[in-house]
């Protein structure tokens, strides 16, 4: 007869938890890096509602940075694996989202701290994609099992 239980998260997840709750509560605390990015792609191209776009792309980098949060403290709480993927699904739209930067047409109009920050941002939610995603360790109770 053998007893299992939950997964305990291992250093490795909660530094991963740790990177993508700072860069949660970044996209919460004011303009996120996933938001300047729309704000600074979207002009770029002749769409009528700019203004929509632009709010719209605030509004999904608010909802991703609350999503991040919220999975962090669930995950770190109770070792949920779903909300783990909630996170690290949460940090992939928004990375996608920052790397809107690097296709700004004209690079030149931009400033090269811009380039450097969104380079940041980017390697961060990489690394805290695969720690929060890496294996937890598996504790197995056995009784009577050789």
Do not use: C, K
Not at 35 to 55: D, H, I, N
Not at 63 to 78: E, H, N, P, Q, S
Not at 98 to 126: E, K, N, R
């Amino acid at each position: 007869m053998s007893t299992t239980t939950r997964p305990q998260l291992t250093v490795r997840n909660r530094v991963g938890l740790v990177i993508a709750g700072v860069l949660g509560a970044a996209d919460l605390s004011g303009p996120s890096p996933a938001a300047v990015a729309t704000l600074v792609f979207v002009p770029q191209y002749s769409v009528e509602p700019v203004e929509l776009l632009v709010l719209a792309g605030f509004a999904v980098a608010l909802m991703l940075g609350l999503a991040t949060v919220v999975g962090v403290i669930v995950t770190w709480i109770r070792g949920n694996r779903i909300a783990a993927r909630v996170v690290a699904a949460a940090r992939v739209v928004s990375l996608l989202m920052t790397a809107l930067v690097f296709l700004v047409q004209g690079q030149g109009q931009l400033a090269a701290w811009v380039f450097v920050i969104a380079a940041a941002v980017v390697i961060l939610d990489i690394v805290a994609i695969i720690l929060v995603l890496s294996r937890p360790v598996q504790s197995h109770l056995t009784h009577g099992d050789p």
